[in-house]
């Protein structure tokens, strides 16, 4: 029901299960009062191994939330915590636009999730680009992956680069996800031999686009 709600109204459904966990308990108890006072009522309570081990799993999950809850102190903060089990949940997202006078050749290296390239109408070269990443420390790590991951080296022989590596195992935050749009102007061209990721391009300026 949590999971179900969760897809409507935003709440975290661990912090939930982590301060109302006692209340799987309540429901077991009820359970068995209401099957021995009315089903069985003058009978004997009859039990079978199946619901047993049905039971005694869901006692397992509420003694594991319990011992989470309690042992919470020993880490840093709730991110820590996160952290442990590989959950992010926050999305960290920026986006940015450069212009490079002069340019009149792009080289992209490394990875980028899409890249497009298209001709600008205004004869300039320019870069847009946005960043998104998955992260259970926004404060610590939002600037980190959005202010960097993007790196520009300008010059007449431009350089576009992802470091989006030094996240590869981060516990804190997911992999960046990365797209470019490149405007391109008629007097320059784009290396993209060694760009790796999805690609798109105007076919009016396929011929200034060097491919692998």
Do not use: H
């Not at 590989?86 to 340019?103: K, Y």
């Not at 989006?164 to 960046?176: E, H, I, L, N, T």
């Amino acid at each position: 029901i949590l999971m179900l709600v969760s897809l409507v109204v935003r709440i975290n459904v661990l912090d939930v299960l982590l301060t109302f966990w006692p209340v799987v308990l309540i429901f077991l108890g009820i359970e068995i009062l209401l099957r021995l006072f009315g089903k069985n009522a003058g009978g004997d309570l009859k039990y079978d191994g199946l619901s047993i081990l049905f039971i005694g799993c869901l006692l397992a999950l509420s003694i594991g939330f319990y011992a989470l809850t309690y042992y919470a102190g020993l880490f840093g903060s709730r991110g820590d915590v996160y952290s442990a089990f590989g959950i992010l949940n926050e999305t960290v997202f920026a986006e940015n636009s450069e212009t490079l006078s002069g340019t009149s050749e792009l080289v992209v290296f490394d990875r980028f999730d899409r890249i497009m390239v298209l001709a600008a109408a205004d004869g300039v070269l320019k870069i847009d680009y946005s960043v998104s990443a998955g992260t259970n420390d926004r404060e610590t790590y939002t600037e980190a992956v959005l202010s960097d991951v993007v790196q520009i080296e300008p010059g007449e022989r431009a350089y576009l680069r992802s470091d989006s590596m030094r996240f590869r195992d981060s516990a804190r935050v997911g992999w960046p996800m990365i797209n470019c749009v490149i405007y391109l102007p008629p007097d320059a061209t784009v290396d993209l031999s060694q760009f790796e990721g999805v690609l798109e391009y105007d076919k009016a300026i396929e011929g200034q686009i060097i491919f692998a």
